[in-house]
């Protein structure tokens, strides 16, 4: 299997802009993601996806792989699938820019997945954690994963899944942890179909999978990304490194 990781970069952001050209440690944040990401060893290709020429030059620059996007997209799934359409690669990964202290460990996860799947049974494979107290819960902003049997997904929110009318069920609560793997014919089928109902309503890309028909292996993990989405998030990050 070829697996390759690809990093897509928004120049803009709503709660910080231009985070990923931000300095962290001498070097551009994006850059530091990408250098973490080929640092890991597994991977045979690292390719940042970027809508801004600062970001494709600041990686060019400095040795790196870059795709400029031509189009205005949705999501990072929209984004990676236009990127990827014309590369020979069988696994992609998704790598979040704004997470520079990359742990090797979780990606090694998501890629076993697909080295044990030799039926071709997962389209994708995703993180998710346990969460206990009421505020993590009942987060909007933690995004909750419940799944069959199995470890497959059945179904992402925003809200509170399962509702505890019974609270003594013995029910855990799983937060979604934003690592993707993909097969590519996931990426490309995500990319020409259109958005529906669900994933209008919750605003989560991986709802599109779902109602299309395609399967989510879900790993629990007891991993935490490090992201970089506020001012006092690089703070955090410049004292860490």
Not at 89 to 117: M, S
Not at 153 to 180: D, K
Request: net charge negative; hydrophobic share 40%; charged share 25%.
């Amino acid at each position: 299997m070829k697996i390759i990781a690809v990093i897509p970069a928004r120049y803009a952001s709503t709660r910080f802009p231009a985070k990923l050209m931000q300095d962290l440690g001498g070097k551009t944040v994006i850059l530091k993601t990408y250098e973490a990401a080929v640092n890991t060893n597994l991977f045979q290709d690292v390719f940042v996806v970027t809508d801004s020429d600062l970001i494709f030059n600041e990686i060019v620059s400095h040795g790196g792989k870059a795709i400029m996007s031509i189009k205005e997209h949705e999501s990072g799934s929209d984004r990676i699938a236009e990127a990827i359409v014309n590369l020979d690669v069988d696994i992609v990964i998704n790598v979040q820019g704004d997470e520079p202290f990359i742990n090797a460990e979780p990606l090694k996860e998501v890629i076993e997945v697909f080295k044990q799947d030799t039926d071709k049974k997962v389209d994708l494979a995703s993180l998710m954690r346990e969460i206990t107290t009421k505020n993590e819960i009942n987060n909007p902003n933690n995004v909750k994963v419940v799944v069959d049997q199995s470890s497959f997904a059945l179904y992402f929110s925003r809200s509170v899944i399962p509702y505890p009318r019974e609270e003594n069920a013995g029910v855990r609560y799983m937060q979604h942890i934003g690592i993707y793997a993909f097969r590519k014919q996931a990426l490309l089928d995500f990319y020409s179909l259109p958005m529906q109902s669900l994933e209008a309503s919750e605003k989560l890309e991986q709802l599109r999978y779902l109602e299309f028909g395609k399967r989510i292996k879900m790993i629990e993990t007891t991993h935490v990304g490090i992201g970089i989405d506020t001012p006092e998030d690089l703070a955090r990050a410049r004292l860490l490194l």
